[in-house]
Nanobody
Framework: QVQLVESGGGLVQTGGSLRLSCTTSGRTFSSYAMGWFRQARGKEREFVSAINWSGGLTTNADSVKGRFTISRDNAKNTVYLQMNSLKPEDTAVYYC??????????????????WGQGTQVTVSS
């Protein structure tokens, strides 16, 4: 069983930055591909960013390209999402997710087996 705990959310003004962290339990973090998803109120969950087990391969949603960066530190069992140039439309609950069924990266929520509880990000205009 893998437990994921997100942190780093909060309230920020348009154009500001936040860094989300997701720390996992267990000793096999480096074998998991990780992803970030978000869900705004009244909307479906959407993919944000993903990273493979080594950190050498990443993919991002078009809506965040050039603004968000995903990274991981396998020694700390942690994946990060650096969010810059934030916009009001980035307001959502952000979730991290883990899978060991995918060798590379995946944008599909159904490929992930473990999810965190979410952290709220609010961007004021």
């Amino acid at each position: 069983q893998v437990q994921l705990v997100e942190s780093g959310g909060g309230l920020v003004q348009t154009g500001g930055s936040l860094r989300l962290s997701c720390t996992t339990s267990g000793r096999t973090f480096s074998s998991y591909a990780m992803g970030w998803f978000r869900q705004a109120r009244g909307k479906e969950r959407e993919f944000v960013s993903a990273i493979n087990w080594s950190g050498g391969l990443t993919t991002n949603a078009d809506s965040v390209k050039g603004r968000f960066t995903i990274s991981r530190d396998n020694a700390k069992n942690t994946v990060y999402l650096q969010m810059n140039s934030l916009k009001p439309e980035d307001t959502a609950v952000y979730y991290c997710a883990a899978t060991n069924r995918v060798w590379g990266v995946t944008r599909r929520g159904e490929d992930y087996d473990y999810w965190g509880q979410g952290t709220q990000v609010t961007v004021s205009s």
